[in-house]
Structures are given as C-alpha cells and as structure tokens.
C-alpha cells in the first residue's frame, strides 16, 4: 500500500477563499483522522471518522470547518472563508483502531495571505 | 488542555552519544506511543508500550515506562544525523477514545 496521501502538500491562498484539503487513506482501515500543527497549539485533534461516519468533531474551530467522507477511499477538509489564522500544516491518519498506531499522511501545508 | 508533555523540548548531542527524552502524562492510560517528525513530513510511529508493560525495545530504541509517576521515557543508543527529527508521545486517557499527542521535542544530532 502506498500509505495515506494528501493532497495538495501546499497551498497558498488569499484570505476569504475557499480550501479544500483531500486524503486518500490506507486501505482497509476504519479510522480517518484529520489534525491540524502549529508551532504555538501542537498536534490538535480536528475530527475523526469511523466506517465513514463522523464520531467526534469536538476540535473543529468554527463553523468555516467542515469534513467529508463520502465513501472508505476518500476525505476532504474544507476551510471556507479560510482566514490568516489558519495557516498550519494539516494532517490526515488513518488506522485500524482509533487508539491503536496512526499512519499520517505527508501533511498539506495551508498559508493563508 | 495537553496530555503528554515531552522533556526536553529540545535536545543537541553529538553522532554515537545517547539521546534520552521524557513523557509525563496526567491521568491513567492504556498505552503510551512514540512518534517521530522529520522536518516538513508526516509523523511515524515507533513504538507502542501498554499500561501492564515497563519496558520495550525495538532496534537501538528503548521505552520504559512507570504507570505510578505517569511519565516514560525513550532512549536513543547510538544516535546518527538521521536521527535528527521532533519526537512525540501519544497517550490514551482511559475514558477517551483518541490519542493525544505532546509537543515534542527536537533532537539535534550533529556529525
């Protein structure tokens, strides 16, 4: 399997645009996770889906978060308006157990102008 | 608010000395993981150690970990450049159903 994957690895945007951040899981597994990184808040936990249904989506910031899985294969985070603030390097992981070990993805790198 | 927090956060040796970081966490857990962070790519896991376990190895790491002062510790023998990367601890609070990770630490091996 070639891993997560995530696309795209950078994006440079204009405050007030729309972002759109997809993740392609490894196959088989259950759990897809979304974390955004900061230098200043670390590894924050956004949402997290089980068999492609959203479980807790306690760390999404706003209401300009929104995430998808519409089928095992494929995820998307959108960011719409996308503001400076939140500029980060987001990741996606999956795994087979929601506590088990997490393989991440490369991480897409958002800078919001 | 942070489960983990990692000790040093940020830690300089030279190639072929030992690297030692530390985990404390605040409440029970049912295991505790370590992952590291190359510049500019995703995490990778390294190891796992369950709350009934004190002590792992895997290659030239070594995890302990002591449930009674809620911390652990990896070890690094024989570091090399490559090693240089941010170190992460992951735990399970017993009632969560996610991993919450640490801030890391640095490690800087210079040749």
């Known amino acids: 399997d070639a891993g997560v994957i995530q696309s795209p690895r950078h994006e440079v945007t204009e405050m007030g645009q729309e972002v759109t951040l997809r993740c392609k899981p490894i196959s088989g597994h259950d759990y897809l996770f979304w974390y955004r990184q900061t230098m200043m808040r670390g590894l924050e936990l956004l949402i997290y889906?089980?068999?492609?249904?959203?479980?807790?989506d306690s760390g999404m910031p706003e209401d300009r978060f929104s995430a998808k899985m519409p089928n095992a294969s494929f995820s998307t985070l959108k960011i719409q308006p996308s503001e400076p603030r939140d500029s980060a390097v987001y990741f996606c992981?999956?795994?087979?157990?929601?506590?088990?070990?997490?393989?991440f993805g490369e991480g897409s790198r958002l800078t919001v102008l | 608010s942070q489960q983990g927090e990692e000790d040093p956060q940020a830690l300089s040796i030279q190639e072929g000395e030992n690297a030692t970081m530390n985990c404390s966490y605040k409440?029970?857990?049912?295991?505790l993981q370590w992952y590291r962070q190359n510049s500019g790519r995703g995490l990778v896991h390294l190891i796992l150690i369950r709350s009934n376990e004190r002590e792992k190895h895997s290659g030239r790491l070594r995890v302990t970990l002591d449930t009674s002062k809620k911390s652990s510790s990896l070890l690094i023998t024989a570091s090399r450049a490559a090693d240089t990367a941010s170190y992460f601890c992951?735990?399970?609070?017993?009632?969560?159903?996610?991993?919450?990770f640490g801030k890391g630490t640095m490690l800087l091996v210079s040749p």
């Open positions: 992981a999956s795994s087979l157990y929601p506590t088990g070990e997490l393989f």
């Open positions: 409440t029970s857990i049912n295991n």
């Open positions: 889906f089980n068999n492609n249904v959203p479980i807790d």
């Open positions: 992951a735990t399970d609070p017993s009632g969560y159903s996610t991993l919450t």
